[in-house]
């Protein structure tokens, strides 16, 4: 069955510095993974989506890439802010992007420190 | 403009009763999806339809749960009877369409069971 992994329940970072996240996948081949962000309390909002056929997509601070290889994506906040703190989902189209639900990783809890 | 509205937010409830939790989605989107988030699992797929026709409810986890999208405007999601092991957080979203991609989240309905 598919399964997808973020590496890192928590990541603790220091302001300034690039948080790394990482989302990796298994028996499956997305059309297309995307990135969403969820504060406490509030539904996930969609912060970037990556097709297969792209190695890498930015937006402003983010930056995502794409590996369909190694089965893998990184997800990149440089210059890092303590407004960064949040939990972030990776998640990936289930039927080959036709039908556009989605399975979400358990995300990873960022931790900016000033 | 109004993003997918939720309610109720919280509801509290004791096992056996029935649980209604209902959903508006953005004006213009033709897919609508429930999802339920839970700290052991994730965020889980539950059903999703598409023009208000239920596409797939393979998620749904006994038939203890229903879901209706009598219209383009309004789904619900039924629980009865309701038992402790349905506390979690459940999430409406929408797209513009399947092949859309992006979801948009409302902010959930913070279910408890006891």
């Known amino acids: 069955s598919q399964k997808i992994e973020q590496n890192s329940e928590a990541l603790n970072i220091q302001e300034g510095k690039t948080a790394t996240l990482t989302c990796n996948y298994t028996?499956?081949?997305?059309?297309?993974l995307q990135w969403y962000r969820q504060d406490p309390g509030r539904g996930p909002v969609f912060l970037l989506l990556?097709?297969?056929?792209?190695k890498e997509k930015r937006k402003e601070r983010l930056k995502v890439t794409f590996d369909t290889t190694l089965k893998q994506s990184l997800f990149h906040i440089t210059a890092s802010q303590p407004a960064d703190s949040a939990t972030y989902l990776c998640?990936?189209?289930?039927?080959?992007?036709?039908?556009?639900?989605?399975?979400f990783g358990k995300g990873t809890k960022l931790s900016v420190k000033p | 403009d109004a993003g997918v509205i939720q309610s109720p937010r919280h509801e509290v409830t004791e096992m056996g009763q029935e649980v209604t939790l209902r959903c508006k989605p953005i004006s213009g989107h033709n897919s609508l999806f429930w999802y339920r988030q839970t700290m052991m699992r994730g965020l889980e797929l539950l059903i999703y339809?598409?023009?208000?026709?239920?596409?797939?409810d393979s998620g749904m986890p006994e038939d203890r749960f229903s879901a209706k999208m009598p219209n383009a405007s309004f789904s619900t999601l039924k629980i009865q009877p309701s038992e402790p092991r349905d506390s979690a957080v459940y999430f409406c979203a929408s797209s513009p369409g399947l092949a859309a991609g992006e979801l948009f989240f409302g902010e959930g309905s913070r279910l408890t069971v006891l």
């Open positions: 998640a990936l189209d289930m039927d080959g992007g036709s039908q556009g639900n989605l399975i």
């Open positions: 990556i097709r297969e056929n792209e």
């Open positions: 028996n499956y081949s997305p059309a297309y």
């Open positions: 339809f598409n023009n208000n026709v239920p596409i797939d």
